[in-house]
């Protein structure tokens, strides 16, 4: 059924550049509790006494750093991905390069955020943060494959992709390298997380959001424009 498609490989051993939500400054999760600095350090020495110790946290803590690798294979929630219906296994999403990633988060949070206030004519603000991950693996290559194929890069559509992802992980294989739909970059879909290792921060990104206005402005540095995308251009 998919001979053709997936005869090309690549055994890649490289960084791919991961994109989440995160925040710049570093928040006191205790503050709302009290306005006491002791009873907070108390509540820090309480915290840290009963979290799991991890050598790499990075990758195993799962409602931290965690989130760069081992979220999106535990959290497998029924929400629809390109290479995954959400219902059995989760997808990790990688690019080669930082303002692929940037493309792709910038669509799927205007979705997001359209959904209930598409009219707002205000700045809505979201922070990113932004992590390289070493991939050592021999992965599917679709680069190009779009032009036998043109289902793999629907923009709305995804019932062709995730069918095609769903007989991958049943192989066993452990991601591919396709074109992204948003941008002329390249996408890592990463179907087990034993081929992730090595994170590290790049970068952080805030997102200045104009709903109505249709436009999406990108920081790398606070108060400087690097990227401005209007996200109606990526649907």
């Not at 195993?60 to 219902?87: E, H, K």
Request: net charge neutral; hydrophobic share 35%.
């Amino acid at each position: 059924m998919y001979a053709d498609l997936l005869k090309g490989v690549v055994d890649f051993h490289d960084d791919l550049v991961r994109n989440i939500m995160g925040i710049r400054a570093s928040q006191n999760l205790f503050d709302d509790l009290s306005a006491a600095a002791d009873d907070q350090a108390v509540a820090v020495a309480a915290e840290s006494a009963n979290r799991i110790p991890s050598e790499a946290p990075l990758i195993t803590r799962p409602f931290d750093y965690g989130a760069v690798i081992t979220y999106p294979f535990v959290n497998v929630n029924g929400q629809g991905t390109r290479f995954s219906d959400g219902l059995d296994y989760g997808v990790w999403y990688g690019s080669l390069d930082l303002e692929t990633t940037v493309y792709e988060t910038v669509h799927h949070w205007y979705e997001f955020i359209s959904d209930s206030f598409s009219r707002e004519d205000r700045e809505i603000v979201g922070e990113r943060r932004v992590f390289h991950a070493r991939c050592a693996a021999i992965l599917i290559d679709l680069r190009g494959k779009e032009r036998r194929e043109r289902r793999l890069l629907d923009r709305r559509d995804y019932r062709y992709t995730q069918q095609l992802g769903r007989y991958l992980k049943a192989q066993h294989q452990n991601g591919l390298l396709v074109h992204s739909a948003r941008c002329h970059g390249t996408n890592a879909d990463i179907f087990t997380p034993g081929v992730l290792s090595r994170t590290q921060d790049l970068c952080f990104l805030t997102y200045r959001m104009n709903p109505a206005r249709d436009f999406v402005r990108i920081e790398r540095t606070p108060g400087r424009k690097w990227l401005e995308i209007r996200p109606s251009s990526l649907r």
